[in-house]
Nanobody, 122 residues
Framework: QVQLVESGGGLVQAGGSLRLSCAAS????????MGWYRQAPGKQRELVAT???????NYADSVNGRFTISRDNAKNTVYLQMNSLTPEDTAVYYC????????????????WGQGTQVTVSS
């Protein structure tokens, strides 16, 4: 089984920074893309940022220029550096691993972490 474990959430004042980490463990041969999504109370889950195994990144317009996603392929770990945080960034942040293969012949599956709370106070 594959597990994603997130860390780094917490409470921060507006204008501050946080760094989220997500480590994938288990039987992993390869991961296509890793990313972060968030869900605020009463809202749908939305994409924050993704990064492919080759390093191609994609950001939501609302975080572009403030957040930076990075990845350590050797450690199956993805990071999200969040700067200039605003109360609108308050949400549960979920890590996603897409296209995970356990072997070269296995099918690709997606996995989610349990989520980590980020709260930005004004």
């Amino acid at each position: 089984q594959v597990q994603l474990v997130e860390s780094g959430g917490g409470l921060v004042q507006a204008g501050g920074s946080l760094r989220l980490s997500c480590a994938a463990s288990g039987s992993i041969f390869s991961i296509n893309a890793m990313g972060w999504y968030r869900q605020a109370p009463g809202k749908q889950r939305e994409l924050v940022a993704t990064i492919t195994s080759g390093g191609t990144t994609n950001y939501a317009d609302s975080v572009n220029g403030r957040f930076t996603i990075s990845r350590d392929n050797a450690k199956n770990t993805v990071y999200l550096q969040m700067n200039s945080l605003t109360p609108e960034d308050t949400a549960v942040y979920y890590c996603n691993a897409a296209g995970v293969r356990k072997s070269v012949l296995s099918i690709r599956l997606d996995y989610w972490g349990q989520g980590t709370q980020v709260t930005v106070s004004s």
